[in-house]
């Protein structure tokens, strides 16, 4: 499977101070925002390269265009939504929100084994 | 421990979330074997649900691991959970990259039975040597 493209990293290079931020849950409810990925929109808006990898039940975000996703995808950020995950939920990749990719967990392992690289599970 | 110096694994992944130990074990078996296709070495520390998923106590004794989780803890006609026997027969045919960390502490406080042969137990108090061991240790959090 292709690596994921990082933005500005070169594979295999360490790219410090680079985030990724794990989604697995759901979004709590309407009307109510997470600040899970506010919080990765910000790192984002500050200038740290931020990849968000939505999966389990977090892969419902990837299907706002107007929510948190659209947030961290405007602030610079990168965000994956997991393919076993969607298809367990039987959402298609015409429902994802513009500039969500699929990616298997393969496809992020080169960040996820970094130590360059930040990772935060929620 | 060892003795060595530096990291001696590439990730220490931390599993105290009880859904990882349960509905979601499939996850955790993902990242166990997207590690081992890249050529990379994971330790699972299991906490909570996830440290039943190991254990070969009778049944009714201790907890009720992988509880909600036909897939992950129940138990197959011979008595051994499809989790245990996945877990097991992993650590045994990958030595040095994949270990599955049975946190005594969790076993102790839930009266958990034996754990599947092999598997390292180690106590809550070790868990700054696994960490130092590792390059990179993630926490999929929890209770």
Same mark, same amino acid.
């Given at each position: 499977?292709?690596?994921?493209?990082?933005?500005? *990293?070169?594979?295999?290079?360490?790219?410090?101070?680079?985030?990724?931020?794990?989604?697995?849950?759901?979004?709590? #409810?309407?009307?109510?925002?997470?600040?899970?990925?506010?919080?990765?929109?910000?790192?984002?808006?500050?200038?740290?390269?931020? =990849?968000?990898?939505?999966?389990?039940?977090?892969?419902?975000?990837?299907?706002?265009?107007?929510?948190?996703? *659209?947030?961290?995808?405007?602030?610079?950020?990168?965000?994956?939504?997991?393919?076993?995950?969607?298809?367990?939920? =039987?959402?298609?990749? =015409?429902?994802?929100?513009? #500039?969500?990719?699929?990616? =298997?967990?393969?496809?992020?392992?080169?960040?996820?084994?970094?130590?360059?690289?930040?990772?935060?599970?929620? | 421990?060892?003795?060595?110096?530096?990291?001696?694994?590439?990730?220490?992944? +931390? +599993?105290?979330?009880?859904?990882?130990?349960?509905?979601?074990?499939?996850? +955790?078996?993902?990242?166990?074997?997207?590690?081992?296709?890249?050529?990379?070495?994971?330790?699972?520390?299991?906490?909570? /649900?996830?440290?039943?998923?190991? /254990?070969?106590?009778?049944?009714?004794?201790?907890?009720?691991?992988?509880?909600?989780? $036909?897939?992950?803890?129940?138990?197959?006609?011979?008595?051994? %959970? $499809?989790?245990?026997?996945?877990?097991?027969?992993?650590?045994?045919?990958?030595?040095? %990259?994949?270990?599955?960390?049975?946190?005594?502490?969790?076993?102790? /406080?839930?009266?958990?039975?034996?754990?599947?042969?092999?598997?390292?137990?180690?106590?809550?108090?070790?868990? %700054?040597?696994?960490?130092?061991?590792?390059?990179?240790?993630?926490?999929?959090?929890?209770?």
């Amino acid at each position: 499977m292709q690596s994921v493209d990082t933005g500005n *990293a070169v594979p295999g290079e360490l790219h410090a101070h680079a985030q990724l931020l794990v989604e697995s849950k759901s979004p709590p #409810g309407p009307g109510t925002v997470s600040r899970f990925l506010r919080a990765a929109r910000h790192l984002a808006a500050t200038g740290t390269q931020t =990849g968000v990898y939505l999966i389990d039940d977090g892969v419902d975000y990837a299907v706002s265009a107007q929510g948190e996703v *659209a947030w961290v995808l405007g602030a610079g950020g990168r965000v994956w939504a997991d393919e076993v995950s969607l298809s367990e939920r =039987g959402i298609k990749t =015409g429902q994802l929100a513009p #500039g969500v990719v699929v990616a =298997g967990l393969d496809a992020i392992a080169e960040q996820l084994f970094d130590p360059a690289v930040r990772v935060v599970w929620h | 421990m060892d003795g060595q110096t530096g990291p001696r694994w590439d990730l220490l992944l +931390v +599993v105290t979330s009880d859904q990882y130990g349960s509905v979601r074990f499939g996850t +955790v078996r993902r990242l166990i074997d997207t590690a081992l296709r890249s050529g990379h070495s994971i330790q699972v520390w299991a906490c909570g /649900e996830a440290n039943g998923l190991t /254990e070969l106590g009778p049944a009714g004794a201790g907890h009720s691991p992988g509880e909600g989780s $036909p897939a992950a803890g129940s138990r197959s006609r011979g008595g051994k %959970r $499809p989790a245990a026997e996945q877990i097991g027969a992993l650590a045994a045919g990958n030595v040095g %990259r994949f270990t599955w960390l049975a946190c005594q502490t969790c076993s102790g /406080e839930r009266g958990a039975g034996e754990h599947v042969p092999g598997l390292p137990t180690p106590s809550f108090s070790d868990l %700054r040597d696994y960490v130092a061991q590792a390059a990179k240790t993630v926490f999929i959090g929890g209770a």
